[in-house]
């Protein structure tokens, strides 16, 4: 019911910026009741790890590597969340994937895009 679309990735060198998006579109319902949105990556050969997310209070959390780096933000509007990423690093390459969780009652619906591949370059 909730389809997620990533953009934004691509090959910058270290030091460099680049901004991640993440659409959300189908059932406006499901949209409105999700209750958390994350960012997770997975380098090749390296488990799936989570790298920031953001509640729809908009606490945010974000993994101790990215701390001061990354900002997860949402715009509400346009039902897209961003993750801003500033001072690459070579070991912040990887396939990057949007994660929805809607929640209504004691279900849980988890959503996830295609991944994005960011590639720093040293």
């Known amino acids: 019911q909730v389809q997620l679309v990533e953009s934004g990735g691509g090959l910058v060198q270290a030091g460099g910026s680049l901004r991640l998006s993440c659409a959300a579109s189908g059932s406006t319902f499901s949209i409105n009741v999700i209750a958390l949105y994350r960012w997770y990556r997975q380098a090749p050969g390296k488990q799936r790890e989570l790298v920031a997310g953001i509640s729809s209070g908009g606490m945010t959390n974000y993994v101790d590597s990215v701390k001061g780096r990354f900002t997860i933000s949402r715009d509400r509007a346009k039902n897209t969340v961003y993750l801003q990423m500033n001072s690459l690093k070579p070991e912040d390459t990887a396939v990057y994937y949007c994660?929805?969780?809607?929640?209504?009652?004691?279900?849980?619906?988890?959503?996830w895009g295609q991944g994005t591949q960011v590639t720093v370059s040293s």
């Open positions: 994660n929805a969780d809607g929640r209504l009652g004691p279900k849980t619906y988890t959503y």
